[in-house]
Nanobody, 125 residues
């Protein structure tokens, strides 16, 4: 059974940085997709950054391009989302996700099937 556990959320002032981590257990494949999503109360889940599980071919939401970076440490079975120059509008619950290969793109519109529980990020002005 695949499990994802996020950490690294917290409160930070605008302009600051956070690095979210997502420990992945039970996912043994070297292919497929990984991603980070966020959600605010009353809104749907928004794709922030996705990529092939190997870390190549990343996709970023326009709102985070140049500020956020998705990556993976294979040795630690951990996904990361480095978030710099944070803005108050980045405040949300952040979720990591993985999805086994289907032959389709790992873009932001992909329907990911395995999710973590989320970690809260609060950015104050």
């Amino acid at each position: 059974q695949v499990q994802l556990v996020e950490s690294g959320g917290g409160s930070v002032q605008a302009g600051g940085s956070l690095r979210l981590s997502c420990v992945v257990s039970g996912y043994t494949g070297s292919s497929g997709c990984m991603g980070w999503f966020r959600q605010t109360p009353g809104n749907g889940r928004e794709g922030v950054a996705t990529a092939h599980i190997g870390g190549d071919m990343p996709f970023y939401a326009d709102s985070v391009k140049g500020r956020f970076t998705i990556s993976r440490d294979n040795a630690k079975s951990t996904l990361y989302l480095q978030m710099n120059s944070l803005l108050p509008e980045d405040t949300a619950m952040y979720f990591c996700a993985v999805d086994p290969p289907t032959g389709r793109s790992c873009d932001l519109g992909r329907d990911f099937r395995i999710w973590g529980q989320g970690t809260q990020v609060i950015v104050s002005s």
